[in-house]
């Protein structure tokens, strides 16, 4: 497995429940080259790691995951978009760096 593979699986592993990240937050905290890397990454990889907490960027599934992502999503209690079809990344986004499940500190401190 290569050095990106790791580094990627490692930090979705991580991501609490009813917490998520896009593909380009990960992107960014694991210096993939693009979210797209990162989404070949959950592809291929992501079995054994809660792939369903990683959305693009407007929080919203792929569409072929759509159904099932958000369930997954809605039983961990994540706060979801008014609209229904997503997450609001506002309230829902992980802050890696001192969640303690209230204040949100900085993906990059």
């Known amino acids: 497995m290569s050095d990106l593979v790791e580094r990627v699986l490692a930090v979705v592993r991580q991501i609490p429940p009813g917490r998520v990240l896009t593909y380009g937050d990960v992107a960014a905290m694991t210096t993939a080259p693009?979210?797209?890397d990162v989404g070949q990454v959950l592809l291929r990889f992501g079995d054994d790691v809660p792939w369903w907490r990683v959305l693009r960027a407007d929080g919203t599934p792929a569409d072929h995951l759509r159904d099932r992502q958000l369930d997954l999503l809605r039983a961990e209690g994540t706060p979801m978009a008014a609209f229904g079809r997503g997450v609001d990344l506002r309230r829902a986004?992980?802050?890696?760096?001192?969640?303690?499940?209230?204040?949100?500190?900085?993906?990059?401190?």
């Open 34 to 36: 693009t979210p797209r």
């Open 93 to 109: 986004r992980w802050e890696a760096a001192g969640d303690d499940g209230g204040e949100q500190g900085s993906l990059f401190d």
